[in-house]
Structure formats: C-alpha cells, structure tokens
C-alpha cells in the first residue's frame, strides 16, 4: 500500500470516528429533548451549544479548503451560538444532519484519489488538505469526548448505553 493510501485510510477513520475515538452517531442517539438546552453545573454552554460548535466549525474548515475568497469567521463570536440561544428539537435534529453532512462532503474530498493530500490549498500559508482534514478529525473528537462526559454527567444516556 502506497504512503498517500495510508495517509488516506487513516485521515478517514479520524474523520468518521472508526477506531479509539467515539463515532458522533453513537454520541448523539437517543438524546433527550429535555436536555438539549439543559446547562450542566459550572458548564457554560448546553449539549446543543457544543455540537453546534462542532458543526460551525467542521463547516467553516471545509470552507476553507473549497474557497479562495475565504474570510474567517471571528473568534468565538462566529465558532459557537449566543450563550442565551436555545434550540428546539428540530434545529438539534438539524445541527446534527448538517455535521454529517458535511463530514460526507469532508469524507469525500478525501478518499478521492485524485485529491493530493499533500499539495498546498491555493492562498493558504501552505495547509494541506491532511492538515485540514486532520483538524476537523481531532476538533470533533475532542468535543464528542466532552459532549460524551456531559451526558455521563447529565444523565443523559440510555439505560442500556453501559457506561
């Protein structure tokens, strides 16, 4: 197998949750309505804030990589919802969908072969699509493992979910 193929297969499981990170479907199922705009003691931001984050900010990388007159949001007004927002089930429904969606899109660009992972994105300072691919990976990983630990926390888990 060549050395790109690695890179590749190893970019897509970061991205899709295979392997020691917590795939964001499992994290979400079954999540309670009644939580979804609950703040836990000493957290400032509710479930849904934090995967609303974590859609903001998977959207704005692939922005990034497809866009040559990219602009970038401002920090952290534009990476995460007002702290008094709150979400209804639909729009929880909705900020979930549009992660994977876009985690699809990001999925595809990637196991593409004829996308050079390797190359410079025009107008950048030299990121490539493994750095860029591997940012989105290692965000929405660490913030599923916070959203994992609030529900622990919250309660939040099915009764059958073992842990």
Not at 18 to 40: K, Q, S, W, Y
Not at 118 to 131: Q, W
Not at 152 to 161: N, Y
């Amino acid at each position: 197998m060549a050395a790109h193929d690695v890179i590749r297969d190893e970019l897509l499981a970061l991205i899709d949750g295979r392997g020691a990170h917590l795939p964001f479907e499992a994290a979400v199922a079954d999540f309670p309505d009644e939580a979804i705009n609950r703040r836990p003691v000493n957290v400032p931001y509710t479930p849904w804030h934090l995967l609303e984050h974590i859609r903001l900010t998977q959207a704005d990388i692939l922005r990034y990589i497809r866009s040559r007159e990219y602009t970038a949001p401002r920090w952290p007004e534009e990476y995460w919802p007002d702290q008094d927002s709150t979400a209804t089930p639909e729009q929880f429904a909705d900020t979930v969908a549009a992660v994977l969606a876009d985690r699809a899109a990001l999925h595809r660009l990637v196991a593409d072969p004829a996308t050079d992972l390797l190359a410079p994105i025009p107008n950048t300072p030299g990121h490539t699509i493994v750095r860029e691919a591997r940012l989105a990976g290692d965000h929405t990983a660490y913030h599923l493992g916070e959203f994992a630990i609030l529900r622990q926390v919250m309660g939040t888990w099915p009764a059958d979910h073992g842990a």
